[in-house]
């Protein structure tokens, strides 16, 4: 009995959208005696276009059903801006750390080691080596240290921006590459 009362507190919140097709089983049909009906008639109302179904849809399911939709866009679209968040920022913060000369807190001794052993690398490769005490490699490390450290956030502004980047970028850049394709 505690079923019956509490079995609308059980339901989930989202239905999906069903066509009247769904409903029309052969056993309905004959159950009906409605065997004689020419379907291909109706089946332009019986079928809802896909779009009216993503109108109804709202937040994140609107996405979810894009992303069925084209995958490979999306997931496209994601590994582009990934990337772009992880490289842009790491020369922008360089710099600032560079032009501002903040201090960051590290032995000079520990510092002098590095720049040896980093010196004895570019030496080899051919460039000219670092001055005794430099921070470059310091403020590089530091800059690539933040980057990493903002994982979560370039995680969750990439999902936000990817429906976007997948809609206006990636997809017509694809229908232009497979216009071209297709003419091949």
């Known amino acids: 009995m505690t079923t019956l009362i509490f079995s609308h ?4 919140r989202f239905y999906p959208t069903y066509s009247s097709a769904t409903f029309l089983t052969s056993k309905y049909l004959k159950h009906k005696n409605l065997t ?3 379907f291909q008639s109706i089946s332009h109302i019986l079928h809802k276009p896909f779009t009216s179904q993503r109108e ?3 937040g994140w399911r ?3 059903l894009q992303f069925r939709s084209k995958p490979t866009t999306y997931i496209i ?3 582009v ?3 772009l968040t992880a490289i842009v920022p790491i020369p922008i913060i360089y710099v600032f750390l560079s032009k501002t000369n903040i201090e960051i807190p590290f032995p000079q001794q520990a510092l002098d080691e590095g720049n040896k052993f980093i010196n004895r690398i570019v030496i080899y ?4 080596p670092f001055e005794n005490g430099s921070r470059k490699l310091l403020n590089f490390a530091t800059s690539y240290a933040i980057v990493k450290a903002l994982m979560p956030v370039r995680i969750a502004a990439c999902v936000a921006m990817t429906p976007w980047v997948a809609e206006k970028v990636i997809g017509p850049f694809n229908s232009v590459f497979k216009r071209i394709v297709a003419r091949k």
């Open 9 to 12: 507190v059980l339901k989930p």
């Open 56 to 58: 109804q849809l709202k």
């Open 77 to 79: 679209s994601f590994a």
């Open 125 to 128: 490769y051919g460039y000219s």
């Open 81 to 83: 801006l990934h990337e």
């Open 62 to 64: 609107k996405y979810a």
């Open 36 to 38: 004689n009906i020419n």
